[in-house]
């Protein structure tokens, strides 16, 4: 098993499908010459050419739009945002017809798309570049929503996506992108659609996915150390959820506690806590929590954005409240 | 959130008490443990301590005005809350939308759009060393519980109003029912030597509501009697040998209802104003049942065999026990009978149920050393005691009916009569 980054491991999954597959290329800004932004894409104009790793201007409902057009012709893209803020310009693209066409021609065509980017809060890119957009991209059909927080997820789940006849929005982090991991060697491929169990336990069940993972391990951890044990489940794939991995381990714990980067109204924590209100009313022994941004728009200075951005001491509070732990 | 203070309970006896003093206003910041005030109660004046920390947001009590165990007397939190919020919240008023979290940020921007609360900051966990009540019942009756306790609750048949709740606001939690379940609940409860105020079911209070106005309204006076039940117990023995069963307190009942036929001064009762005497004779029987006690009602007891009085006694018991009677089925007797024989009560006296002037309380057959025709022998004795309504009858009246009572059930042939 190889130990790599988050990058790397996006990197061969992107290799190896392109390798299997002749009609897979990248499309997006300096994913070519300047090896990517965040050099997942290092290496892959030299070996596969221009015709396959496409550097575009910065324009981002323009690029997203060749993709659309290209899925429907046939091949089978993967758009890269430079960030998912970005996204925000193509939105329009994603919304009406890389989520919609499939449904609209008939079947007619397909839209095998991956658009994928790094998403959520960094470090101190203020509000404009700190957005968080499962809520956006989970709200509505057609599309499946990725997030990935290990190097063994987002290589079996890229290369899934790579090969899933639906666009997928593919959510990466630009503070994960070094974050190292083991790998399975060989083809591994990961089922989108499965959440996995991060560390079993059974006194508190702690949902998280992407950035929240580091943040619920770490408060787990601490929480272990007050005698009370969590099982943390990271989704990995939002849209579908994974309902039976959520209900089966809350109906063992009686308690959920959700720790996520992003906002606390709507959206896929609010999903996620109703789901488990309404499947597991009468196993739960507490109210459901949620551990994640406040509701303001990401303050730039650094003081400021610590309170903002979720950490393990708020999450162990929130533990601590649904086991009924005074302190 | 804002925690509100609550005037606590200071002393067993104490039930409302008054702020002598403040030692903090509006403003001011208090640590857990600070002297806030001095109570008054019913044997001291005391000093009271924080429980929590914060900021007073709000004195709710003036000082000198007697309040309620449990009325809020002060709200403490972040500065800047509405301690409106926090006292509505506390006495279970309309939802308001609380107002946003406060966040130490100086923004220009307008505050966006409040999102609903997260419950993500305690509701600060009641820390007071005071014992709950059984319940932290709310006003509109509701107990605070978990789903999951509820299950339980539900599961195990036990009533949550007998529950402790330990969680946030006396919340009953999964942990409150297993220690129920596992049969340790009242035992922690009672190793912590708390009183504990039990929520009173209807019948309870039904009960405690007529017995008092009983007690309060009706002079009671009491004859006790003891019956030779020799021959009864034969004609028991010997129904029983033909396959029918009765009980003695069927013989009884009998007995009563065909004793008043001839009495028809104890089948009656007093109004208010006058006598009321009854068209029919309805004897209630007593029946214990869990939490109390319930009193169907055998109508036409005059009228009907010994056969049919056990069966609707049996039917109405079985029936009052597994809590199905119809509320019509237990009005409108007109006497009452009070066995508790069974218990190996040998004689004990009742309380007149209003509406009617006479209740018979019956002890147990007991074997008794008894001179008869002059010669010592063994007998068998049931003390009856006669409870009257002294406005409706007298001394004299109610020993007559005791003597009927007792010449039918030492020569039950003659109820046949």
Known sequence: ?327 | MATVVQLPRLSDTMEEGVIAKWHIAPGDKVKRGQLIAEIETDKATMEFESFDAGTVLELVAPEGKTLPIGAPIAVIGSPGEDAKVALRAETGGPAVAPTPPHVPVSVGAPTPAQAPPLAMRSPAVDPSPVAHPATAMRDDGRIPASPLARRLAREHDLPLSEITGSGPRGRVIKTDVELVIAGRGPAAAASAAVDTPLQLSQMRKAIARRMSQANAEIPHFYLTIAINMGRAIALRDELAQAEIKISYNDLVVMGCARALRQHPELNAYWNGETIVRRGTVAIGVAVAVDDGLVVPVVRNADAIGLREIAVAVKDLGTRARERRLAPPEMTGSTFTVSNLGMFGVEEFSAVVNPGEAAILAVGAITQDAVVEDGKLAVGHRMRVTLSCDHRVTDGASGARFLATLRGLLEHPLRLLA
């Open chain 1, 1 to 327: 098993m190889a130990t790599l980054q988050i990058r790397e491991a996006l990197r061969h999954a992107i290799d190896e499908e392109m390798a299997r597959d002749e009609r897979v290329f990248v499309i997006g800004e300096e994913v070519g010459h300047y090896d990517g932004a965040y050099k997942v894409t290092e290496g892959l104009l030299a070996k596969y050419g221009e015709r396959r790793v496409v550097d575009t201007p910065i324009a981002e409902a323009g690029f997203a739009g060749v993709g659309i057009g290209a899925a429907m012709a046939g091949l089978r893209p993967i758009v890269e945002f430079m960030t998912f803020n970005f996204s925000a310009v193509a939105f329009d693209q994603i919304l009406n017809n890389a989520a919609k066409l499939r449904q609209l021609s008939n079947g007619q065509f397909t839209l095998p798309i991956v658009f994928r980017g790094p998403n959520a809060a960094a470090h101190m890119l203020s509000s404009t570049h700190s957005q968080a957009f499962e809520s956006f991209y989970c709200g509505f059909p057609g599309v499946k929503v990725v997030s990935v927080a290990t190097p063994a997820d987002a290589k079996g789940l890229l290369k899934s996506a790579i090969r899933d006849d639906n666009p997928i929005i593919f959510f990466e982090s630009e503070v994960m992108y070094s974050v190292k991991g083991e790998v399975p060697d060989g083809e591994h491929l990961i089922p989108i659609g499965k959440a996995e169990i991060k560390r079993p336990g059974s006194g508190v069940t702690v949902v998280t996915w992407g950035q929240g993972l580091a943040i619920a391990l770490a408060a787990a951890e601490l929480a272990q150390a007050e005698g009370l044990s969590c099982e943390v489940i990271d989704l990995r794939t939002l849209r579908p959820l994974d309902d039976d991995a959520v209900v089966a381990s809350v109906r063992k714990t009686n308690r959920c506690v959700l720790v996520y980067h992003g906002w606390p109204y709507g959206g896929t924590g609010a999903e996620v806590s109703d789901r488990v209100m309404r499947l597991c009313f009468d196993d739960l022994d507490a109210p459901i929590l949620r551990v994640c941004y406040e509701d303001l728009n990401m303050p730039y200075a650094e003081n400021l954005e610590h309170l903002v951005i979720p950490s393990p001491a708020r999450a162990l509070e929130a533990i601590r409240e649904v086991a009924y732990r005074q302190h």
